[in-house]
């Protein structure tokens, strides 16, 4: 790329051939030279042959000249500007695939259903090319990671079939609609001599076939046979000659026609199938009709009484060329899921067969109450134990392919607490990681990999992977699941990076809450780090609070509704309410209000519509029984100290009454309230017996 030309971060006002000279661009500079040009260079030859390490050279220097950008208005730029991001075509890494390569149809074929599946984000959309060719129906799955949809015909003509995603990247396939074909041409080499040798076997014979041969499944009965300068020679001065070809299926044949001429001089005949023999004259390839009658035939054999030429067979078909079904194949065969980390898939179905079968299944389950699977091949685990999910072919019911699916369960055990000291993550609970770029307008939600030590996002919100919480000791791990296995994430100093890690190995360090800062923090050799990110980058990184006091914080926020029920077992379990009204409510060291009221700022929209809607009820549900004592609470000792943040706005003390005590208090209730019964019938039998008296 020399000389080059490279615009480089120097001090601010300075150029950095020469610092005391000030630049007009402040914070830039421009140098040029090879010593310069060819590291950065070199960097992305590194790079590209890491991607294919097979590449020559003289393909990179193919790849990066053709990927650079032009450039005007520079006098040395050489090829153009660098870019890896082309040369290295991640733009289409991770494109969504589709079941079938290629749609070949006819304009009398019924819909066909093609799926597609994506691994990094989401399915965005299915287009046409051209509606004059094909549209689609029953489209499903849209914004999912696996999508179906019908294409109709509409007529004849070619068009393309274009599926993108959320991250803009697309899969093509072509779309052929067209009449089918019917008939059916093989063609046979003409040699520069005839030959002498025999064709003895199903390979010599096929390599003097020049077109057509896609039919032919195999080759049979070859006696006699030579490649000859108008096509096959066939016969020899010392007896007949014939071969046999069977055909990869039965087709309707009206007529076969045959291109032949005589050797020299010799009277000959052609027959076909055993049928009558017709006399062969002439030197030129001359076509001999033999008709049939429309009957199904799976070999053509063809016989010859003296030596002759063959050029070509022509078979005619009685009608469309009808679909046959083979096979059914499922992908995958086996399926391991887990009721945990790994409770669904999507399996694919291909139908096999000739003349384009339909590749419509039909799905179903060997026990519904284990898994379902739903009609785009979505299976979803319901208990442990082992099943077969079966694809049936629409147009053959008799063919079918089966995927046996195994289901484990590594649920772990529900938290001994749910909250742990003053952090508002609440243990055992699933949340979603991801922090808000002001700069990009945009969410990035972690997906469960790294790049190097940045963590990668996804702007897909499905695309995010569930994260836990777990107590250990005084702070928490936190972790997500990748195929039944809990990677922790925790934080890295190398003494050149902040690294933000993740590992199977449980970390020697918890994580933190620290109200001062809002933040999840992790401490090494007394200093805190947290991860997020920060500036105009959109992956996940590992900083210093300190030194990045205002970098974008990663936020948490559980993934359903169930959640409420987890959070009013929090808010009951370490909350005691004094229902006489003498004393405030007492919380289970440290825990305290503000801890409750960050606990609910963390909880997905339809948990939090869960809790305000809730009836205060001191025998309900759980979620009733924590809004009473929440209701409680606020209308009885004001929102000045016990802010109403869920929003509830009780207007008066709920009668809470002996819901509020704790065990031992209520034993002590009911032995006061036993000796005080006993005392006062003992008052009154003792007047009765007063009265009696006198």
């Known amino acids: 790329m020399a000389p080059g030309y490279v615009w480089a971060a120097g001090l601010e006002g300075t150029q950095l051939d020469n610092p005391s000279t000030t630049y007009p661009d402040p914070g830039y500079s421009a140098t040029q030279g090879t010593s310069f040009a060819s590291q950065i260079v070199a960097g992305a030859a590194a790079l590209w042959k890491e991607k294919h390490p097979a590449g020559t050279p003289d393909q990179f220097e193919t790849a990066l000249y053709d990927s650079v950008v032009p450039l005007s208005g520079f006098q040395y730029y050489g090829r153009g500007r660098l870019d890896v991001y082309e040369l290295l075509d991640i733009a289409n890494e991770g494109a969504p695939t589709l079941s079938v390569e290629e749609l070949n149809l006819t304009p009398t074929s019924s819909p066909v259903t093609v799926t597609a599946t994506s691994t990094t984000s989401t399915i965005k959309s299915w287009t046409t090319s051209n509606t004059g060719v094909f549209t689609f129906s029953n489209v499903t799955g849209l914004d999912t990671a696996s999508s179906s949809a019908k294409v109709n015909v509409v007529g004849e003509g070619n068009a393309t079939l274009t599926l993108t995603d959320h991250l803009n990247r697309t899969t093509s396939i072509p779309v052929i609609v067209a009449t089918p074909q019917l008939n059916h041409t093989i063609t046979f080499k003409q040699n520069a001599s005839d030959g002498s040798t025999a064709l003895v076997n199903q390979d010599d014979f096929l390599a003097e076939v020049t077109s057509g041969a896609n039919i032919i499944s195999s080759v049979t009965n070859v006696s006699r046979v030579y490649a000859g300068k108008q096509g096959l020679k066939l016969s020899s001065a010392s007896g007949n000659g014939q071969f046999t070809l069977n055909l990869d299926q039965s087709y309707t044949i009206t007529k076969v026609v045959l291109s032949a001429a005589q050797y020299g001089t010799e009277a000959s005949t052609l027959a076909v199938n055993g049928g009558t023999a017709q006399s062969i004259s002439g030197n030129t390839l001359t076509d001999y009709t033999f008709n049939f009658d429309g009957t199904a035939i799976s070999s053509i054999t063809i016989n010859a009484n003296k030596r002759n030429y063959l050029g070509g067979i022509t078979l005619h078909f009685g009608a469309t060329l009808t679909p046959t079904v083979t096979s059914v194949t499922v992908t995958p065969s086996t399926l391991a899921l887990d009721l945990y ?35 785009s091949g979505l299976v979803t685990a319901l208990k442990t134990g082992t099943i077969t999910i079966t694809a049936t072919s629409v147009q053959d019911t008799s063919k079918s392919g089966t995927c046996d699916v195994t289901i484990s369960d590594t649920t772990p055990p529900a938290p001994t607490n749910i909250l742990t000291q003053d952090s508002p993550y609440m243990n ?65 100093d190398t003494g050149t990076h902040i690294n933000f890690k993740f590992g199977t190995a449980v970390p020697t360090t918890t994580w933190t809450y620290y109200n001062t800062r809002n933040v999840i923090a992790y401490e090494i050799a007394s200093v805190l780090y947290t ?23 990663v936020q948490f926020v559980t993934t359903n509704q169930s959640s409420a029920t987890d959070y009013a077992n929090a808010f009951s379990k370490y909350l005691t309410c004094d229902a006489t009204g003498n004393s405030a409510p007492t919380f289970t060291s440290p825990k305290s209000w503000n801890v409750y009221k960050l606990a609910f700022d963390s909880l997905d929209q339809s948990a939090k519509t869960v809790l305000v809607n809730a ?45 509020a005590y704790n065990k031992n208090q209520l034993i002590y209730i009911i032995v006061f309230t036993l000796v005080a019964y006993i005392a006062f019938a003992g008052y009154i039998s003792t007047r009765s017996k007063q009265k009696k008296t006198y």
Request: charged share 15%; proline share 4%.
């Open 341 to 375: 980390s790994n409770p669904s898939s999507t399996l694919s179905a291909v139908v096999n067969g000739t003349n384009n079968p339909s590749q419509e299944v039909t799905w179903s389950s060997s026990d519904a109450t284990t898994a379902t699977v739903n009609s």
């Open 428 to 492: 055992g609970v699933a949340y979603e990681m991801y922090f808000y770029n002001t700069s990009k307008a945009s969410e990035y939600y972690f997906t469960g990999t790294m790049s190097g030590y940045y963590g990668a996002t996804s702007t897909v919100k499905s695309a995010g992977v569930d994260v836990f919480f777990e107590e250990s000791g005084t702070g928490q791990n936190i972790y997500f699941m990748n195929s039944g296995v809990k990677n922790y994430f925790y934080v890295e």
């Open 531 to 553: 991860f997020g990110t920060h500036g105009t980058y959109t992956t996940f990184a590992a900083f210093k609070i300190e030194q990045y006091p205002d970098n974008y914080k």
């Open 615 to 659: 009836t205060a009820n001191p025998a309900g549900t759980e979620v009733e029984k924590a809004m009473a004592r929440y209701d409680y609470i606020v209308a009885k000792y004001g929102t000045s100290t016990y802010i109403d943040f869920i929003g509830r706005a009780p207007s008066s003390p709920v009668n809470f009454k002996i819901f």
